[in-house]
């Protein structure tokens, strides 16, 4: 599980030490907002409602799996719902269709694979909220110098003169070759 205690003692903080929550929930969030946008998909269990048009056919796909209920849309009827893939099957009245449901993975259920890249992203982001090391940047050249995310806001790097650095957050990214090789798994492609 997830928990505020597990990100305070992963950034080497004391677990009841909340004197950086606000950093360390901005790294999550920055985490988990990259982690969905390369997934296609969210990840945290809440009511959702997606729009889809008529021509996209009678497979759809919803973005926060696992579905856990759904409503069944006026004039339509859900043939099949794969709640795990998230996968319906619809017949479709009319020329939208509007599912709302409940969906996504809870910090209990959340499986230890997908916790482990989002800590994984989470570490790269905190570091990156640090304070160059004295006599570097964080940023190299060409490097990224902000993000800016749907419903998080904007993350801005460290930037600096060329030279070492203790923290290389900003050179390799916030998504890791390791995260990446996890989340790939994960990813809904969609023809």
Partial sequence: ?????????????????????VELNAA??????????????????????????????IRLQLHRIPVTTYTEPAGSEILYLVKKSGVVLILAAGETVTIDYEGG?????????????????????YASLKPAAAGGGTVGAGGIESVTLKDVGTVCFATGSSGSSANTAGVSGLLSSDAASIL???RIEEC
């Avoid at 296609?40 to 021509?55: G, I, Q």
């Avoid at 993975?105 to 989470?122: G, H, K, Q, S």
Wanted: net charge negative; aromatic share 12%.
């Fill in 184 to 186: 790939r798994f994960y």
């Fill in 28 to 57: 999550f969030a920055t985490a988990l907002a990259i982690a969905e946008n390369y997934c296609n998909r969210k990840f945290m269990f809440s009511a959702d409602s997606e729009t889809f048009t008529r021509d996209r056919g």
């Fill in 105 to 125: 993975y809870t910090e209990a259920t959340i499986p230890a694979d997908l916790e482990l890249a989002l800590l994984l992203m989470f570490d790269n982001a």
């Fill in 1 to 21: 599980m997830i928990t505020p205690e597990k990100l305070r003692e992963r950034a080497g903080l004391a677990a009841i030490d909340a004197s950086k929550d």
